[in-house]
């Protein structure tokens, strides 16, 4: 069965300083991983979806990376604003269905 | 739709009762899921649609629990006999297909409160 698991689970952070969130699995016979950010009372939204022939996946400040033969991803978020205080979950997707970590709460203070 | 939609947002129940939700997938994603997220608890998988077929049911917690899809669009995951444990956020998504590497899009939840 695949275990996901993040590090740190909170993390607080002034304005302007960078975001390094980890996640690891255990089968690296995945298909792909993405992570998603979830706000307060909300649903989840996609940030970056990492396929597994894939190395790295960038979008705005968002850096995310995958080492399949190790089980770990990173999620960089560059130069981190009020705004992106939220959970952010990692998910591996093998065969049909996604495998959640339980989350990293992320606080940006102004 | 554009996205992933779910009814209702917010329900709360008497205990005992029985509840719908309602998950309409985006046009076109033949996969749908559905998850479940207790307080402060990770996501929990309960049920995987390929079309109108679940082929793995396994994540339903009971007997209490039953979900069908119809028309490979709409879903609606039922509770009977609700209990105060079923109090949960419900999360629906969907994909263009059950083994593929694309984005899966989640709803925003159906919050069910039990009491």
């Known amino acids: 069965k695949q275990e996901v698991t993040q590090i740190p689970a909170a993390l607080s952070v002034p304005e302007g300083e960078n975001l390094v969130l980890n996640c690891s699995f255990t089968?690296?016979?995945?298909?792909?991983l993405q992570w998603f950010r979830q706000d307060p009372g909300k649903g989840l939204t996609s940030l970056l979806l990492i396929q597994s022939s894939q190395r790295e996946q960038t979008s705005g400040r968002l850096n995310a990376s995958l080492d399949k033969s190790s089980g770990r991803s990173t999620l960089y978020i560059a130069a981190s604003q009020p705004g992106d205080s939220a959970t952010y979950l990692c998910a591996v997707r093998d065969d049909y269905k996604l495998s959640f970590g339980a989350g990293t709460t992320v606080t940006v203070r102004a | 739709g554009a996205g992933v939609s779910q009814s209702p947002s917010n329900k709360v129940t008497e205990k005992g009762k029985d509840v719908e939700l309602r998950c309409d997938p985006i046009s076109g994603h033949t996969a749908l899921y559905w998850y479940r997220q207790s307080l402060g608890q990770g996501l929990e998988f309960l049920i995987y649609f390929q079309g109108n077929s679940a082929p793995d049911k396994s994540g339903l917690p009971s007997d209490r629990f039953s979900a069908e899809r119809t028309g490979g669009s709409v879903s609606t995951l039922t509770i009977q006999r609700t209990q105060q444990e079923d109090s949960a956020v419900y999360l629906c998504?969907?994909?263009?297909?059950?083994?593929?590497?694309?984005?899966?899009?989640f709803g925003e939840g159906s919050w069910l409160t039990v009491v």
């Open positions: 089968d690296s016979a995945i298909y792909n």
């Open positions: 998504a969907s994909s263009t297909g059950g083994r593929t590497g694309n984005t899966i899009y």
